[in-house]
């Protein structure tokens, strides 16, 4: 391994989003404080509690896991676009780097950096409702699954976009739509059997469900279920970026 | 292979020492049969074999779209190799990239920098990125050798093309490589900025490293190199040692169409390099255009006072000089 090469890449994304820490930080919080005010607060309070949890509570995980997945696949999208773009992308791929290597660097730096939003939502939630976290640890292990994964899928996106359009397209076409419908704002108990049954489809729901679970011991379907769906939408996403560095595709002529 | 190599023995750049012979036994490149078919089925390279040795320096010439990119590009690993073999220094570029990359410093043909960082960062990202520790001893060697020390906390946007091409090569000698490749390093710069990479390059030399660069300019070729290769539309063309290669470009061919077949060269005319064809009804001289004399007004005489008569006259490049105008054309 060239752990040195690694780190280069990780530190050179982390520093840049350091160099940008205001507006990385700033949007998320912004909106998911917007999210807690009309949904918790303001229509929250006419709605019964979930499972005993109150609505405003209920809301948590589901917030940071939007958050979360938007940041994870964007940073990771950008990461490594944007060089492909401005062309510097040479330097990374005639350097002695292996595909590890090289996703370790770009991945686990916008992964990094999307959790670390996660955490200050959740610390930003501490100011609008009252929360106990059940199962910390089993709530950082799918803060870290769910941050790793989808910036593997954001470093897909980042390969295969041709323009920024494209790189600002799948987030919102998919991953808002998903987020919305995957339990998000309510419990799929709530909806009628056939979306109910429609909703099983939706990869988000096992995170968002998972990650609920953590925090109330109360899920849509169980913590088995959910880790061990995380852990093969992880596995889809390593199986494809392989594909991508033994094929050479949209990186190597 | 590798079982037979020397330990090897990390030549630190920007460091005055004596070039290795040229007949060292190892080549620090070798290109075997290689050829290029980029997706689409438009052929690159085809069938380019090339050795470079050690301390060399070495200017792949040809007009644009020629495969001078593709080649760098097979070598550096930013391109699938179609067929054939690369090794550099013993390893191979595919099966041993580790090794093979570890080796080579890269300076691209168009200028890509991160323009929001600091010279002094990108050209430490550059060492890590290839594996070496971190050294600011090394950087700060390579950036005062490329005059760039009191620009190293600017941020690249900041900075000229001049000193953008210079921070790429320092980023390029970062990890002190042996095998430096530019690929043209003059490309769309004015006068005085090629005189100075002229210079950068001169003093690459005294350093050791083995420097292939690439460019459109016979003139280029000839200030900087001690080979050339000649490409043209995928094929290498020629390889040649910079004095031998200018002598040869300097050569014309002289056809003296005659009227009666004749059944020996005169005697006389021994000392011209004369060539009597088939037919005998040809006369060929060939002379050096750069010359002080070409000898054709004496060859002439002499031809006359023999009573040789001819009908007709033509003069002709020699085939690479055909290829270099073919180059100046492309040029313009
Ligand atoms: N990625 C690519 N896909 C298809 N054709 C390419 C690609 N890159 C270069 N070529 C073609 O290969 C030929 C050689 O290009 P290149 O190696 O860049 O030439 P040079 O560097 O000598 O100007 C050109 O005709 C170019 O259009
Ligand atoms: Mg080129």
Redesign the pocket.
């Known amino acids: 391994m060239n752990w040195h090469a690694v780190k280069a890449i990780y530190m050179f994304e982390i520093n840049r989003a350091i160099r940008t820490i205001g507006q990385s930080i700033i949007s998320p919080v912004l909106s998911t404080s917007l999210y807690f005010i009309v949904f918790g607060a303001a229509i929250g309070s006419r709605i019964n509690e979930i499972d005993g949890v109150s609505y405003g509570a209920f809301i948590v995980p589901g917030l940071i896991m939007l958050q979360l997945l938007t940041q994870s696949i964007s940073n990771a999208a950008f990461g490594i676009y944007f060089p492909r773009f401005a062309g510097t992308i040479y330097e990374v791929l005639s350097a002695p780097v292996s595909a590890v290597e090289i996703v370790l660097g770009f991945v686990g730096a916008a992964a990094t950096k999307s959790i670390v939003i996660g955490l200050i939502i959740l610390a930003t939630a501490t100011l609008f409702v009252d929360f106990q976290i059940a199962h910390p640890l089993w709530m950082l292990l799918f803060l870290v699954l769910t941050g790793f994964t989808f910036s593997l899928l954001g470093f897909i996106i980042g390969i295969w976009a041709d323009g920024f359009e494209q790189l600002q397209l799948v987030p919102l076409l998919v991953v808002t739509p998903l987020t919305f419908l995957g339990g998000t704002f309510y419990s799929i108990d709530m909806l009628p059997e056939f979306w109910r049954d429609v909703s099983l489809f939706n990869p988000v729901l096992y995170l968002v469900s998972g990650f609920r679970w953590a925090f109330y011991e109360s899920s849509d379907v169980s913590i088995l279920v959910s880790l061990s769906m995380t852990l093969g939408f992880m596995a889809a996403a390593m199986a494809v970026i392989w594909w991508i560095f033994k094929t050479g595709w949209r990186v190597k ?1 | 292979m590798s079982g037979l190599r020397k330990p090897s023995t990390r030549r630190k750049p920007i460091m005055s020492q004596t070039r290795q012979s040229e007949t060292s036994a190892e080549p620090i490149l070798a290109v075997r049969d290689v050829s290029k078919t ?3 089925g ?1 052929r ?1 390279l085809k069938h380019v074999d090339l050795t470079i040795r050690k301390g060399e320096i070495f200017a792949l010439l ?10 760098i590009s097979l070598v550096c690993g930013l ?1 699938k190799l179609s067929e054939g073999t690369i090794h550099v220094d013993g390893h191979d570029v595919t099966r041993d990239f580790r090794k093979a990359r570890a080796k080579i410093g890269l300076v691209p ?1 168009e200028l890509t920098t991160d323009a929001f960082e600091t010279v002094w960062n990108t050209v430490s990202f550059s060492r890590g990125l290839f594996g070496r520790p971190k050294d600011p001893a090394v950087i700060e060697r390579v950036l005062k050798s490329l005059t760039l020390w009191d620009k190293k906390d600017n941020k690249l946007r900041t900075l000229s093309g001049g000193m953008k091409r210079r921070v790429l090569i320092a980023k390029a000698l970062a990890h002190e490589p042996e095998v430096l490749f530019l ?1 043209e390093p003059t490309a769309g710069v004015d006068v005085a900025l090629r005189r100075e990479m002229w210079s950068v390059v001169g003093d690459l030399r005294e350093t050791g490293v083995t420097v292939i660069l ?1 460019t459109h300019y016979i003139e280029e070729a000839e200030m900087m190199a001690d080979r050339i290769g000649v ?1 043209s539309k ?1 094929e290498l063309i020629l390889v040649e040692k910079k004095d031998e290669l200018m002598r040869k470009l300097g050569h014309k061919e002289l056809t003296i169409k005659l009227d009666k077949p004749l059944d020996a060269i005169p005697a006389n005319l021994a000392d011209y390099r004369l060539d009597l064809s088939e037919d005998r009804l040809s006369l060929t001289y060939s002379y050096d255009t750069t010359a002080e004399r070409t000898g054709i007004a004496s060859l002439m005489r002499l031809l006359a006072e023999d009573g040789v008569r001819f009908r007709d006259i033509v003069t002709k490049q020699s085939s690479l000089e055909e290829i270099f105008v073919g180059l100046v054309e492309d040029k313009k």
Request: proline share 9%.
């Open positions: 002529p | 980029y997706e689409g438009f690159a040809g007009p644009n779209g020629a495969g001078k990119t593709t080649l391109a043909q690929d690439t490409i995928g």
